[in-house]
Nanobody, 119 residues
Framework: QVRLVESGGGLVQPGGSLRLSCAAHGSFSTITTMGWYRQAPGKERELVAA???????NYANSVKGRFTISRNIAETTVDLQMNSLKPEDTAVYYC?????????????WGQGTQVTVSS
């Protein structure tokens, strides 16, 4: 079983920055996808950013140029650097990873971390 542990959320003023981190714990052979999703009150969960395969990245249009996703495969961690934060970025942010374990695919979610952008 794979467990994801997130950290780094909090309250920040508009224009500020936060860095989210997510570490994978457990037994797994490979990690093929790493990403961050978010869910605001009354809205569906949406993809924020992802790293797939050899390192291709994908960002939601609303965060392009402001957020940067990075990973450390050796340490099985993925970070999300969030700059120029806006009130509309307020949401619970979830880490997601997927890969292969014992020849079978696995997928795991973190517990979520609150990000609030407000003055």
């Amino acid at each position: 079983q794979v467990r994801l542990v997130e950290s780094g959320g909090g309250l920040v003023q508009p224009g500020g920055s936060l860095r989210l981190s997510c570490a994978a714990h457990g037994s797994f052979s490979t990690i093929t996808t790493m990403g961050w999703y978010r869910q605001a009150p009354g809205k569906e969960r949406e993809l924020v950013a992802a790293i797939i395969g050899s390192g291709n990245t994908n960002y939601a249009n609303s965060v392009k140029g402001r957020f940067t996703i990075s990973r450390n495969i050796a340490e099985t961690t993925v970070d999300l650097q969030m700059n120029s934060l806006k009130p509309e970025d307020t949401a619970v942010y979830y880490c997601n990873m997927g890969g292969i374990r014992l020849g079978l695919p696995w997928n795991a979610w973190g517990q979520g971390t609150q990000v609030t952008v407000s003055s």
